[in-house]
């Protein structure tokens, strides 16, 4: 079964974009701390904005390289409740509203001193220190949320790989039931060929039987064919049943050439075929016909199996595996947009027909 490649395939691809997310995120929010800071300098401030910009853009890069540090602590507790990185959110918003303060007092008073008229005042740096708690705190909530989404993506993503996974498991499930089924039959018909002194059918039925399973087995389990391919592989089955029932089973095929390109679920009409064979062909003395027909109306194919056996043993495929095998596989495959009707045909005989919509199967490298 080929599986679905899981999340860690797409953690390169993933990661990039959302590492650039996070610098735009912090160069956005520093450059607008910067003009926010600018302009309200500009109101209040006593020096020239030439003295005093250089240093708001050292503090602004101070600031975002803190973010950046913050970044790595809050992806320490990412795997923690959402609650918890909420709480370590604030502790280091506060710790980084101290340092960033400690730090503009050390730019402005003693690396790059300006000419203050009045002593340090530490009440001044507690009231910017909550200037900048405010700031932290404005871009720590914003990185939770992104981060948040971000994960929020990653739990979606991964729910619907699981679900992909485990519909494609269930189907697989479903297709294995097939052959197993068939099989038994099989030989159980082989068995009565040797019982009824006819070998040489035997071998030809057991040759038939060989390239026919070779030829399942070789599919993608689970997977989809081409109705061209799918007719080929009953064709083999059908020449597998001729050689029990040389004289009392014919086969007529009509399906149109515009439907030969279309997506099915592999064996899907392997259950309604032996359906028809055990029940309409094994069951008569007569000549039966068995024909597989198929036509696209408004967006939807619909196939059929039908024969025109005796009456009396028409309705007894329904309670079956073969019918219940193929409506799970149609809705697992394309859910409840696919049905699947079966019944006695008037005058004689079972008809089963299958709808689902139309599509394409694309092609294999």
């Known amino acids: 079964m080929k599986l679905l ?17 996070t610098l735009i995120l912090i160069g956005a929010f520093w450059l607008l701390a910067f003009l926010v ?47 918890a990185q909420i709480a370590s959110g604030l502790l280091l918003a506060l710790a980084a509203s101290v340092v960033h303060s400690l730090f503009v007092t050390l730019v402005n008073r003693i690396l790059f001193p300006l000419k203050y008229d009045a002593p340090l005042d530490w009440l001044d740096v507690a009231q910017w220190m909550m200037v900048w708690f405010g700031y932290y705190l404005a871009w720590t909530a914003a990185h939770l ?92 089955y059908l020449a597998v049943e001729q050689i029990r029932f040389p004289d009392r089973m014919r086969v007529e095929v009509d399906l149109p050439m515009a439907l030969a390109d279309t997506a099915v679920p592999a064996l899907i009409l392997q259950p309604l075929i032996e359906n028809a ?31 025109d056996g005796p009456s009396d043993a028409a309705g007894r495929p329904g309670t079956g595996l073969g019918l219940a095998n193929v409506r799970a596989r149609l809705q697992a495959h394309y859910g409840p947009q696919a049905v699947l ?13 299958m709808t689902f919509p139309w599509r394409r199967r694309a092609c294999q490298g």
């Open 277 to 307: 064979v055990r029940y309409g062909v094994g069951r008569s003395e007569q000549l039966t016909t068995i024909r597989i027909g198929g036509a696209l109306r408004a967006g939807q194919v619909v196939l059929s199996v039908e024969n």
């Open 341 to 353: 009707e079966a019944g006695p045909r008037d005058g004689g005989g079972f008809l089963a027909a």
């Open 145 to 236: 949320a992104m981060t948040y989404n971000w994960d929020a993506e990653d739990r979606r993503g991964q729910a619907a790989i699981l679900h992909d996974l485990a519909q494609e498991a269930r189907i697989a499930a479903l297709r294995y039931q097939i052959n197993p089924h068939f099989l038994f039959n099989a030989l159980n018909a082989i068995s009565a060929l040797v019982g009824e002194g006819r070998n040489e059918d035997a071998e030809a039925m057991l040759l038939h039987l060989s390239t026919f399973l070779r030829s399942t087995l070789s599919e993608e389990t689970g997977g989809e064919v081409d109705l061209r391919g799918e007719i080929a592989l009953q064709r083999m």
């Open 37 to 83: 800071l600018s302009l309200r300098g500009a109101l209040v401030d006593s020096f020239p904005f030439s003295d005093v910009a250089p240093r708001r853009l050292i503090a602004a890069g101070f600031g975002a390289g803190q973010c950046l540090l913050m970044i790595y602590l809050l992806g320490r507790v990412r795997s923690r409740a959402f609650a």
């Open 5 to 21: 490649s899981p999340a860690p395939d797409k953690a390169p691809m993933d990661m990039a974009p959302r590492r650039r997310s």
